[in-house]
């Protein structure tokens, strides 16, 4: 089964009311993925609220999305943590549970220098020996994983298969793809540079706003497999107006309200993330109506 290629959704943690993970729904929610032609089914990443959920509500999500998808694509399953000896664990409880593979956000809140980042990943990648893909959010985490660290993991640990970038910074994008061995996967994690990604050399994307416009981003890769980039790029600038919501609130709540009004019962998110302003909401129903007619 090939990684790393492709549109990979990073889907959404559905919550009932009461704020509980929607199993039942999670499997609707992967179907539809599946449906579109996407080509994985990333879990527990940001999108999916990883934060929010107990060690125990993220095992039977990994355990859910695996039966649901039985082996069509493969599983990618977020076990980022602070702490590199709990990273450890749930990797290997995830591998347990049938996923194919795992991303690793950098360690939040404490900052650590790049030779923490590279100590972190080098004792995670030999202790469970499964494939690794990190994950570059500096915006989010305050951290950001220098090329070079990511080009010495890349070269000294063949499990380390890519790299997520949703750093929005199309250069580092750019100097990981150079500074790293052709083996060595980098995948687009801002959804505006889907596109300019592949054009470096990158893989694919795993995607947010493939929660709501899946065949879009389908469309992207596809035409650019093709070989029509006109094409690629008109389905790109297409993903422009929902990305242009994102600033109505705090992520990934905004996704999940488009989510919700395209039919989707993804539910709140987990407070203290709240949308409960119908100006808001209206606003983002608006925009779906007009670009997407949805």
């Not at 694919?204 to 006109?230: C, E, F, K, M």
């Amino acid at each position: 089964m090939n990684l790393c290629q492709g549109i990979i959704p990073a889907i959404l943690t559905p919550f009932t009311k009461s704020e509980a993970v929607n199993y039942r729904e999670l499997r609707r929610h992967v179907r539809r993925m599946l449906n579109a032609g996407v080509h994985g089914i990333f879990c527990l990443g940001t999108n999916g609220e990883f934060y929010a959920l107990s060690e125990r509500e993220k095992s039977r999500v990994v355990e859910t999305v695996v039966d649901e998808v039985n082996g069509q694509v493969p599983v990618y399953a977020g076990s980022g943590e602070i702490a590199t000896r709990t990273v450890i664990r749930l990797t290997n409880r995830f591998k347990k549970l049938g996923a194919d593979a795992v991303s690793i956000v950098t360690p939040y809140f404490i900052r650590p220098s790049q030779h923490e980042l590279y100590s972190h990943y080098a004792r995670i990648a030999v202790e469970t020996e499964f494939p690794i893909i990190l994950y570059n959010i500096p915006m989010r985490t305050q951290v950001n994983l220098e090329p070079a660290t990511v080009a010495a993991l890349a070269s000294d640990f063949d499990n380390i298969i890519g790299i997520k970038d949703s750093s929005g910074d199309i250069k580092l994008t750019q100097a990981y793809i150079e500074q790293t061995p052709d083996r060595f996967a980098v995948m687009g994690g801002n959804d505006g540079l889907i596109l300019d990604t592949l054009l470096l050399g990158g893989t694919g994307a795993i995607a947010a706003t493939a929660n709501v416009i899946p065949d879009i981003l389908v469309n992207i890769y596809q035409a650019y497999l093709a070989g029509d980039l006109s094409k690629a790029r008109q389905w790109q600038d297409r993903v422009a107006p929902l990305r242009q919501d994102f600033k109505l609130g705090t992520a990934p709540g905004v996704i999940k309200v488009q989510a919700n009004q395209c039919g989707f019962n993804m539910g709140p998110s987990r407070m203290p993330i709240l949308y409960d302003d119908p100006d808001v909401i209206g606003s983002i129903a608006a925009n779906l109506r007009r670009n997407y007619g949805r």
